[in-house]
């Protein structure tokens, strides 16, 4: 039985409110989708093929088929909570009087004075590829709410590096 403690925090880990675009909270249904139609009937075809190998006590493909069973429905389940805690970012309400979720940002790295554009975005929704930061990535922390011409000290772990807010745009 769990004491209430841990029962708080693993409710704490469930409801986590998760921002997206209306974009990727399509994208998310799509793959849970995906997953619930197409990947769990293969897992199924796997374990069933594999148990009719014979004795499953010695049998590791059917162990192998088990285990991606088992990792498959625990990424539907992380899914499933993830839409069902999602909200997605009403953009007609964004502003670029400061740096929030959905507003791209221009920054100058100010020890090298690289400029780099980046727009902030949902954890699920984060990709390096299409510049696109989490707001819970250290940099996307550093620049919420700051305005243009701030600089904004970012805590990394080989240290410090501050960031020019050039431009906040939609």
């Known amino acids: ?48 093929e594999a148990r009719d190998k014979g004795d499953l006590s010695e049998n590791a493909e059917y162990d192998a088929a088990k285990d991606a069973q088992g990792l498959l429905e625990l990424k539907i389940s992380k899914l499933q909570n993830l839409i069902a805690n999602a909200r997605v970012v009403d953009e007609s309400r964004l502003n670029t009087h400061t740096v929030q979720i959905m507003n791209k940002v221009k920054i100058r790295n100010m020890k090298d004075k690289s400029i780099l554009e980046v727009t902030l975005v949902g954890e699920s ?27 904004a000290q970012v805590q990394t772990p080989s240290g410090i590096i501050e960031f020019e807010i050039l431009e906040i745009s939609i």
Not at 14 to 42: D, F
Request: proline fraction near 1%; avoid cysteine.
């Open 1 to 48: 039985m769990q004491d209430s403690s841990s029962a708080l925090i693993n409710k704490n880990v469930m409801t986590k409110t998760h921002y997206l675009t209306a974009e990727g909270l399509e994208k998310l249904k799509e793959e849970l989708h995906r997953l619930t139609s197409v990947e769990r009937e293969a897992a199924a075809r796997a374990i069933a």
């Open 125 to 151: 929704e984060a990709n390096l590829e299409e510049r696109k930061l989490a707001v819970s990535s250290p940099i996307g922390k550093g620049l919420l709410g700051k305005k243009k011409g701030e600089i």
